[in-house]
C-alpha cells in the first residue's frame, strides 16, 4: 500500500515536497516511481530510484524535480522546484518489483508495467 501526500496550490516558481508513505520496505521493491497524470491526458512517468538509490529523470522535470527516499522511515520522497502550469496534474507514486535499475523506470513505466501505486496526491500551478 502506498499513500501520498504533500500535494496542493502554488503559483508559477514555488515549490513543494511530495510523500509517499509505504506500508511496505521500499528499498526491498524493485524500484521506486513517480508518475502524474493530468486531465485528458496519459500518464507520465517522472522519476525513479533502484535499490541502489540510483535515479532517473523524464526530460521535462530535469533539473527541477528530485527523488529520495528514506529507506528507515520508508518514505519516498519527490522534492519539486520551479514549478510551471503545465506541471498540474495528479501525482502518484509506484512500485515497479521486476525493475533493477532506475535507467529502466521510465520504458517500464511507458508500458504500464507498474504493481502497486497510491491514490495521488493533487498538486495545482497558477500562472
Known amino acids: 500500500q502506498l499513500a501520498e501526500s504533500g500535494g496542493g496550490s502554488v503559483q508559477t516558481g514555488g515549490s513543494l515536497n511530495l510523500s509517499c508513505e509505504a506500508s511496505g520496505v521500499i528499498h526491498a521493491r524493485g524500484c521506486m516511481a513517480w508518475f502524474r497524470q493530468g486531465p485528458g491526458k496519459e500518464r507520465e512517468g517522472l522519476a525513479g530510484i533502484d535499490i541502489h538509490g540510483l535515479t532517473s529523470y523524464a526530460d521535462s522535470v530535469k533539473g527541477r524535480f528530485t527523488i529520495s527516499r528514506d529507506n528507515a522511515k520508508n518514505i519516498l520522497y519527490l522534492q519539486m522546484n520551479s514549478l510551471k502550469p503545465e506541471d498540474s496534474a495528479m501525482y502518484h507514486c509506484?512500485?515497479?518489483?521486476?525493475?533493477?535499475?532506475?535507467?529502466?523506470?521510465?520504458?517500464?513505466?511507458?508500458?504500464?508495467?507498474?504493481?502497486?501505486w497510491g491514490q495521488g496526491t493533487l498538486v495545482t500551478v497558477s500562472s
Open positions: 509506484a512500485a515497479i518489483d521486476l525493475c533493477v535499475s532506475a535507467t529502466q523506470v521510465l520504458p517500464f513505466m511507458a508500458r504500464g508495467h507498474l504493481d502497486t
